[in-house]
């Protein structure tokens, strides 16, 4: 398995895909009922190729993705040979998930208690992995709108950190 398995209630979500993942497969709800309470080794490799089917897909589609922490945001644009990070950290306790938050560091993005910090760096596995490697530290998909308002407000005379 490359990835992890999906929980349940992914599968449940997924479960009409799931159901023509195993009809490629050439296996029915029959065969399904009978490979559950007959080859337990088989349901999971069957599960455990699905979830790396779907996360190969995720990732492949996925462009931006948004970690945010008490204090801070960190946006990823996720290009095909390079990660760029934009990132910004209040030293108050500031929730940027929220249009509070962003009003408050419109306001505030020159104040000493915010650092900024900007970066790219080339993909030093591949870019499935790393990732992964993010969503499973907290970052999550998103549509690059954090991303783009940051990059909005990123202080062009401000140092970097």
């Known amino acids: 398995m490359t990835y992890r398995r999906l929980t349940k209630q992914q599968f449940e979500a997924l479960h009409e895909d799931f159901g023509h993942f195993l009809a490629s497969q050439s296996i029915d709800a029959d065969q399904w009922a009978q490979m559950k309470e007959a080859s337990p080794n088989l349901v999971e490799r069957q599960l455990d190729a699905f979830s790396d089917l779907v996360w190969e897909e995720v990732l492949r589609k996925a462009t931006f993705l948004d970690h945010f922490s008490e204090d801070g945001l960190f946006s990823f644009h996720a290009g095909q040979k390079s990660l760029r990070l934009i990132g910004v950290r209040a030293t108050s306790a500031v929730d940027l998930s929220n249009s509070d938050g962003w009003a408050w560091l419109e306001v505030n993005w020159q104040d000493d208690q915010v650092n900024f910090y900007h970066a790219q760096k080339a993909y030093a596995t591949n870019r ?15 549509d690059g709108t954090y991303f783009w308002a940051l990059e909005k407000i990123l202080p062009q005379g401000k140092s970097l950190i």
């Open 128 to 142: 499935s992995t790393e990732l992964f490697s993010l969503i499973e530290r907290g970052a999550v998909v998103s």
